[in-house]
Nanobody
Framework: QVQLVESGGGMVQPGGSLRLSCAAS????????MAWYRQTPGAERGAVAW???????DYEDSVRGRFTISRDNAKNTLYLQMNGLKPEDTAVYYC?????????WGQGTQVIVSS
Protein backbone atom coordinates (compact mmCIF):
# COMPACT_ATOMS: atom_id res chain seq x y z
CA GLN A 1 0.00 0.00 0.00
CA VAL A 2 1.40 3.36 -1.05
CA GLN A 3 1.53 6.03 1.62
CA LEU A 4 2.86 9.56 1.25
CA VAL A 5 3.22 11.75 4.34
CA GLU A 6 3.97 15.44 3.92
CA SER A 7 5.53 17.64 6.58
CA GLY A 8 7.50 20.83 7.06
CA GLY A 9 4.90 23.48 6.44
CA GLY A 10 4.36 26.51 8.61
CA MET A 11 4.00 30.24 8.65
CA VAL A 12 6.78 32.44 7.32
CA GLN A 13 7.23 36.06 6.36
CA PRO A 14 7.57 37.05 2.71
CA GLY A 15 11.09 36.32 1.54
CA GLY A 16 11.48 33.45 3.96
CA SER A 17 12.25 29.80 3.33
CA LEU A 18 10.78 26.43 4.15
CA ARG A 19 11.71 22.86 3.29
CA LEU A 20 8.88 20.42 2.81
CA SER A 21 9.34 16.67 3.12
CA CYS A 22 7.34 13.76 1.73
CA ALA A 23 8.11 10.40 3.30
CA ALA A 24 7.08 7.49 1.10
CA SER A 25 6.28 3.89 1.86
CA UNK A 26 5.08 1.18 -0.46
CA UNK A 27 6.96 2.64 -3.43
CA UNK A 28 10.50 3.58 -4.35
CA UNK A 29 10.52 7.27 -5.19
CA UNK A 30 13.49 6.94 -7.51
CA UNK A 31 11.54 4.47 -9.67
CA UNK A 32 8.77 7.01 -10.27
CA UNK A 33 8.38 10.54 -11.57
CA MET A 34 7.12 12.43 -8.55
CA ALA A 35 5.69 15.89 -8.10
CA TRP A 36 4.77 18.47 -5.53
CA TYR A 37 1.31 19.98 -5.85
CA ARG A 38 -0.41 22.84 -4.11
CA GLN A 39 -3.99 23.87 -3.62
CA THR A 40 -5.66 27.02 -2.39
CA PRO A 41 -9.32 27.24 -1.34
CA GLY A 42 -11.60 27.27 -4.34
CA ALA A 43 -8.83 26.36 -6.77
CA GLU A 44 -7.75 23.14 -8.39
CA ARG A 45 -4.69 21.33 -7.15
CA GLY A 46 -1.79 21.94 -9.52
CA ALA A 47 1.75 20.66 -9.85
CA VAL A 48 4.54 23.10 -9.05
CA ALA A 49 7.62 20.88 -9.31
CA TRP A 50 8.47 17.41 -10.53
CA UNK A 51 11.46 15.12 -10.64
CA UNK A 52 11.97 12.30 -13.11
CA UNK A 53 13.53 8.93 -12.42
CA UNK A 54 16.78 10.15 -14.02
CA UNK A 55 16.84 13.16 -11.70
CA UNK A 56 15.77 15.77 -14.21
CA UNK A 57 13.53 18.43 -12.70
CA ASP A 58 11.14 21.05 -13.93
CA TYR A 59 8.97 23.71 -12.39
CA GLU A 60 5.82 25.68 -12.87
CA ASP A 61 6.74 29.16 -14.07
CA SER A 62 5.71 30.99 -10.91
CA VAL A 63 8.13 29.02 -8.73
CA ARG A 64 11.02 28.44 -11.12
CA GLY A 65 14.23 29.85 -9.63
CA ARG A 66 12.79 29.90 -6.12
CA PHE A 67 11.79 26.28 -5.45
CA THR A 68 13.99 23.20 -5.71
CA ILE A 69 12.68 19.64 -5.77
CA SER A 70 14.97 16.81 -4.73
CA ARG A 71 14.87 13.32 -3.30
CA ASP A 72 16.95 11.24 -0.93
CA ASN A 73 16.92 7.70 -2.28
CA ALA A 74 18.30 6.21 0.92
CA LYS A 75 15.56 7.83 3.01
CA ASN A 76 12.94 7.37 0.27
CA THR A 77 11.91 10.97 0.88
CA LEU A 78 11.00 13.77 -1.51
CA TYR A 79 11.81 17.39 -0.66
CA LEU A 80 10.75 20.83 -1.79
CA GLN A 81 13.09 23.65 -0.80
CA MET A 82 11.17 26.90 -1.06
CA ASN A 83 13.08 30.17 -0.99
CA GLY A 84 11.93 33.70 -1.59
CA LEU A 85 8.43 32.84 -0.49
CA LYS A 86 5.61 35.14 -1.55
CA PRO A 87 2.09 35.54 -0.15
CA GLU A 88 0.75 33.88 -3.31
CA ASP A 89 2.64 30.70 -2.36
CA THR A 90 0.22 30.25 0.52
CA ALA A 91 -1.45 26.87 -0.02
CA VAL A 92 -1.64 23.30 1.14
CA TYR A 93 1.20 21.35 -0.43
CA TYR A 94 0.99 17.67 -1.39
CA CYS A 95 3.23 15.12 -3.04
CA UNK A 96 2.06 12.47 -5.48
CA UNK A 97 3.05 10.78 -8.69
CA UNK A 98 3.46 13.14 -11.66
CA UNK A 99 0.37 11.43 -13.05
CA UNK A 100 -1.44 11.72 -9.74
CA UNK A 101 -3.03 8.72 -8.13
CA UNK A 102 -6.16 9.84 -6.33
CA UNK A 103 -5.92 7.00 -3.85
CA UNK A 104 -2.60 8.18 -2.39
CA TRP A 105 -3.18 11.84 -1.63
CA GLY A 106 -1.93 12.54 1.87
CA GLN A 107 -3.11 15.13 4.32
CA GLY A 108 -0.81 17.77 2.86
CA THR A 109 1.15 20.40 4.74
CA GLN A 110 -0.04 23.99 5.10
CA VAL A 111 2.24 26.84 4.06
CA ILE A 112 1.26 30.38 5.00
CA VAL A 113 3.29 33.32 3.81
CA SER A 114 2.27 36.47 5.58
CA SER A 115 3.76 39.50 7.27
Amino acid sequence: QVQLVESGGGMVQPGGSLRLSCAASGIRLNFNTMAWYRQTPGAERGAVAWIATNGLTDYEDSVRGRFTISRDNAKNTLYLQMNGLKPEDTAVYYCNFFAPNNSVWGQGTQVIVSS
